[in-house]
């Protein structure tokens, strides 16, 4: 096949069925480096498109070569509001998310302090526990929408627990996620700048609480920090609460949904989870559900990359969701398979700077929702579409209608 007139990979009406994966092919086949056009103002940016990257060669070189492609020039996200002013952008350089080195390296060594392995699997037993308890209530229900009543609520008690939220808070980080990642489908009179003020308002209010009353969080080890050596600022502090609010809870959560549809669309892997439960499964269904489908970086210099010229100041779109299933790497990569190995899937960010600091949590608590659901919910199925987000950025799902198998349902 041959691309379409005027396809743009930033525009959410490419992913309306999902992750379009004859037209990464394409790409991947005949232009791996590809210009996207774009008109000026377009998705926020000056310019007239970008580089769209979409092997896992490319995409892999790309995050390794931080001193080259920068995070802060035009941050992560590929896209904003049309014709958003440059303010709109710049603010979200406080986001560690957006910063390059120096920066980059001093904030992520102050904030790994609540993510190192012994932090990490402190929290096994704990949310093995919450895993359980969610299944079991989910089964008492009998029906509903698998993505509220069950795949959301291990990110999120998670991260509560984490931040030191109470666990009735744990809805408003729902909210403003939903609300700062739905872009796409906000209504008129609704702004995701609205949300982000009213989080940043809570992460400002949790700081002070604890200094005053240090607790067992990763909120009073950065405050902590902040006192001892200056080094996080409140803003960058507030912005690091968002970023572990949708990082930690979206991508998770949408991963525990796709990770469910594969098992329903090929149930000889759900029969050899419930029977084995390899390890290897985990990053097969990271690897398909690739819940962040792309980043950006902005090129620093000119330079060369796969043969084609990149001059100072041209963007390039990583296509996460394309490397993921690059032939080139994964045998047979539209097979689901739960005991690929290797699995050498991008879709924590490469093996970069930026690599994802909460890959090890993520993987733990895909781990232990489907353990709970193999125990407490084996004969769970789905009983309907799944219902997308309009997302060129978040591999998103709202609702998946399912049987939890433990009662009759009216059809």
């Known amino acids: 096949m041959e691309l379409p007139e005027g396809i743009d990979f930033t525009d959410a009406s490419t992913f309306e069925s999902g992750i379009p994966h004859d037209l990464f092919a394409e790409l991947r086949r005949s232009a791996p480096i590809w210009w996207n056009p774009q008109r000026r ?3 926020g940016y000056d310019d007239d498109g ?18 080259v492609f920068s995070s802060w020039q ?21 986001i560690m998310l957006n ?46 929408n698998f993505v509220e009543q069950a795949a959301c609520e291990l990110p999120l008690q998670a991260i509560a627990d984490l931040l030191g939220v109470p666990q009735e808070d744990r809805l408003k980080l729902f909210d403003w996620s ?23 308002a809570y992460a400002y209010a949790m700081a002070t609480e604890r200094r005053a009353r240090p607790a067992d969080d990763i909120v009073t080890k950065l405050v902590q920090a902040q006192m001892e050596d200056g080094a996080l600022t409140p803003e960058e502090f507030a912005y690091f609460v968002i970023l572990l609010v949708v990082a930690g809870s979206e991508t998770t959560r949408n991963s525990i949904t796709h990770g469910l549809i594969a098992f329903h669309d090929n149930p000889d892997q759900w029969t050899l989870y419930k029977r084995e439960r390899p390890t290897t499964a985990v990053d097969e269904i990271i690897r398909w559900a690739s819940p962040v489908m792309s980043f950006q970086r902005t ?19 990583m296509l996460y969701a394309s490397a993921n299933y690059d032939e080139n790497v994964f045998t047979d990569p539209h097979r689901f398979d739960i ?50 987000m309009r997302s060129a950025w978040l591999n998103s799902i709202k609702a998946l209608p399912v049987d939890y198998g433990t009662c009759p349902v009216a059809h």
Not at 50 to 67: G, I, K, M, P, Y
Not at 299 to 317: F, K
Not at 346 to 362: D, E, K, Q, R, S
Not at 370 to 378: M, N, Q, R, S, T
């Open 41 to 43: 103002g377009a998705a």
């Open 50 to 67: 970008f580089w769209v990257f979409s092997t896992h060669e490319l995409v892999q070189e790309v995050s390794r070569r931080n001193d």
């Open 74 to 94: 035009n941050t992560a996200m590929v896209r904003h509001a049309d014709d958003a002013p440059r303010e709109q952008i710049e603010v979200q350089r406080a």
């Open 99 to 144: 910063k390059d080195e120096p920066e980059h390296t001093v904030l992520r060594r102050i904030v790994t302090r609540g993510f190192t392995p012994r932090a990490i699997g402190g929290l096994r037993s704990a949310l093995a526990a919450r895993a359980r308890e969610i299944a079991q209530t989910a089964a008492s229900l009998g029906h509903g």
């Open 178 to 200: 939903n609300r700062m990642t739905s872009g796409d489908e906000l209504d008129a009179g609704d702004d995701p700048l609205v949300a982000i003020g009213e989080i940043m």
């Open 299 to 317: 090129a620093l210099c000119d330079t060369e990359l796969g043969g084609q010229a990149i001059r100072t100041g041209d963007r390039v779109v």
């Open 339 to 388: 005991t690929r190995s290797p699995n050498p899937h991008l879709a924590f960010g490469g093996t970069g700077v930026h690599y994802c600091l909460g890959a090890n949590l993520a993987r733990l608590q895909i781990e232990l929702m489907f353990d709970a659901i193999a125990d407490h919910l084996p004969d769970i199925t789905i009983l309907g579409p799944p219902v997308r």
